[in-house]
């Protein structure tokens, strides 16, 4: 029966042993079990829901299929639409022109014709005015001096005036009709000198009208119809319209795949850390239901506390039966020596016995008696006597006893210190707590080694998943590099962006400022880094020095230069990449004050061949001597109260 107890208790310590450590982390197992099913349920609906996303990245790439954004078409076709419209503007410029020149040529017809009808009255005024007799007309402003005369004189005087004799006084002169043919005359001459104001005015007019017919320009137009221009136009704008939708189609879905992968795999590491957690709670439950036995934390809880308890029962009762144990050893020990005491004092017993005997033999010979009954009758009358005896005895042999027992125990305690058996009963159940201690240690680290070579091989695969993840991203991770800046030469893509628009304003300015500066200077594109902003600043190469500089070194009216030929250079680039957007109008604020009579020359002679092309430049400014190279000015005059305007001619 006590064997089969101590095999039982034997069992519970094993199991307490094995199970100590799932005991004091039981939160921890029974957390595993609340969450296996949560976690199980989770895992499978983030599955679906990465199926779903992977069946709609597998939507969006077969709706990319081959598909690419085809940026180069968009400006092949914007260059194409640009072409056509400056081929339309020339056309459409040039029959603006041929319907100026024709009404300029039918005024300029209407206007002759009106001089030859003034020519032809005119001539036909003076010669009805040579017609007239201006002799006779004199007379009209000497009637009263005639009068005078004829009072004075008679009929066969000689004449004052001719010295010739009067033969008539001349009654007949009719003063009413000279009077009237001289306001003829007046009115003819008053007409002959309208006309000829009028011929003056209309050739002046036709004067006007051959400044502005030489000043039409008909350009050299594309041999297609306006019809044709058009109609490629229109097939050129849809094509663009449609690569443009196409792209943008194509961006959203590279977009929404973009978004989808990201998902994806977002969804695959939460999956992935589901599964890792899902695998721990099993691992956790394996490990538990294997070193317990159970499958219920409630019941292995209550065995568990039930088996504690019976072990600390039957580790009490071990003690007090080891304590009992040893006191019996003791009195064993002592009964041992009594036995061995006794069976030596029987053998002296014995031995006296025998010798007794031999003399009570030899006494009875001696007395003559012959059995037990005569001496019992020599017995009988020495009863005290015996009695005392007997005492002497029984002390000498708790006497002999005594002795033997202290010679037995100085035996035992000879060389030995005399120990307190209260503290040694202490050391005994410290070092039976240390000893339970290590074993409790020992256990927890071989369980924590083995969670550990678990986990480590749980890290191990972890890590290689990750490493074969990192390898399938490098080229994302190192394209994001790239975009961001994290180059050769630090560019970013925006950068990039700008320095590909930046050159082709170069470009377009350097034609410009190589006829305002007389071949001389160029603009170029800095590469180096210089603020954080990588190829963005422009320098000037003077072709005198052969050598660039810092644009800043430049005069003011080279740096006027400068940024009108970079003006114009960005308004080429944004109508070639605008489609179809033309600037019509260029406005310039100041900047020519600055510049020396030759500069100022030739940057009007570029802005005047700029006007040429169709635009209106517009120019303000404080200069007097843009009034004379200005055609068309606006002049602004103020007071103190108000300011006004008009137009005015050069």
Not at 155 to 175: A, S, Y
Not at 267 to 277: A, D, G, I, M, T
Not at 350 to 378: A, F, G, V
Not at 463 to 480: C, H, M, R, T, V
Request: proline letters at 0%; aromatic letters at 6%; hydrophobic letters at 30%.
């Amino acid at each position: 029966m006590l064997e089969e107890n101590g095999d039982l208790i034997e069992s519970k310590i094993s199991f307490i042993d094995k199970t100590r450590v799932l005991f004091n982390d039981i939160n921890k197992y029974q957390q595993s079990y609340l969450n296996i099913e949560r976690l199980r349920t989770e895992g499978e609906q983030l599955a679906d829901e990465l199926n779903n996303l992977i069946e709609g990245l597998e939507k969006v790439e077969d709706s990319i299929g081959n598909n690419e954004s085809d940026y180069e078409k968009i400006i092949e076709l914007n260059n194409a639409i640009t072409n056509i419209n400056n081929e339309i503007n020339v056309i459409k410029e040039n029959e603006k022109a041929k319907a100026e020149l024709d009404k300029l040529l039918g005024s300029k017809q209407e206007l002759e014709n009106q001089i030859n009808e003034e020519t032809s009255t005119l001539k036909n005024l003076e010669i009805k005015l040579d017609r007239y007799d201006k002799s006779k007309l004199d007379l009209n402003d000497k009637e009263s001096f005639i009068s005078e005369i004829k009072s004075a004189v008679k009929i066969g005087d000689q004449c004052p005036i001719c010295g010739n004799e009067i033969q008539d006084l001349g009654h007949h002169i009719d003063f009413d009709s000279i009077a009237k043919r001289q306001n003829e005359i007046k009115e003819i001459e008053a007409n002959i000198h309208t006309m000829k104001s009028n011929i003056a005015v209309h050739n002046s007019e036709i004067k006007f009208v051959n400044e502005k017919i030489s000043n039409i320009n008909i350009k050299t137009q594309s041999d297609f119809s306006l019809e044709v221009l058009n109609k490629r136009l229109l097939e050129n704008e849809n094509a663009l319209n449609n690569q443009r939708e196409l792209n943008k189609f194509i961006e959203q879905m590279k977009e929404e795949k973009d978004n989808l992968t990201l998902q994806i795999h977002n969804k695959q590491l939460r999956l992935n850390k589901n599964e890792s957690e899902l695998k721990l709670c099993r691992n956790l439950i394996t490990e538990f239901e294997t070193l317990s036995k159970y499958n219920n934390i409630t019941n292995f809880e209550v065995d568990y506390k039930k088996y504690v308890q019976d072990v600390n029962q039957h580790q009490e009762h071990s003690n007090q039966i080891e304590d009992k144990l040893i006191q019996l050893s003791q009195r064993k020990l002592i009964e041992q020596n009594n036995l061995n005491h006794y069976e030596k004092q029987l053998e002296t017993y014995n031995n006296d016995l025998e010798l007794n005997e031999q003399s009570i033999e030899m006494e009875m010979s001696r007395l003559n008696l012959t059995d037990n009954n005569d001496i019992n009758e020599i017995i009988a009358w020495r009863g005290e006597q015996e009695e005392l005896e007997q005492k002497r005895d029984t002390y000498k042999k708790r006497y002999h006893e005594f002795e033997m027992e202290i010679a037995r125990l100085e035996s035992l305690t000879k060389d030995k210190e005399l120990l307190d058996s209260d503290k040694l009963k202490d050391e005994y159940e410290l070092k039976k707590g240390k000893m339970n201690t290590l074993i409790d240690e020992y256990s927890a680290v071989h369980y924590q080694c083995q969670n550990n070579i678990n986990k480590t091989q749980s890290i191990v695969s972890h890590i290689n998943y990750l490493n074969q993840e990192l390898k399938d991203q490098q080229e994302i991770f190192q394209l994001a590099e790239i975009v961001s800046g994290k180059n050769n030469k630090n560019l970013t893509l925006e950068n990039f962006v700008l320095i590909y628009y930046l050159d082709q304003i170069i470009a377009q300015a350097n034609l410009r400022l190589a006829t305002m500066s007389d071949n001389r200077y160029q603009l170029i594109r800095r590469e180096a880094v210089s603020h954080g902003l990588s190829g963005l600043e422009i320098d000037v190469f003077d072709l005198h020095s052969n050598k660039s500089r810092h644009i800043s070194s430049l005069s003011g009216g080279e740096t006027f230069q400068s940024s009108l030929a970079l003006a114009l250079g960005l308004s080429e680039i944004v109508q070639q990449q605008s489609g179809g957007i033309s600037l019509e109008s260029i406005f310039i604020d100041e900047g020519f004050g600055t510049l020396d009579q030759e500069t100022l020359e030739t940057a009007l002679d570029t802005l005047l061949n700029l006007k040429s092309t169709g635009r209106m430049v517009g120019i303000i400014s404080h200069v007097s001597e843009l009034k004379n190279r200005i055609p068309l000015v606006l002049e602004v005059k103020s007071d103190q109260y108000q300011s006004s305007t008009r137009f005015k001619r050069n």
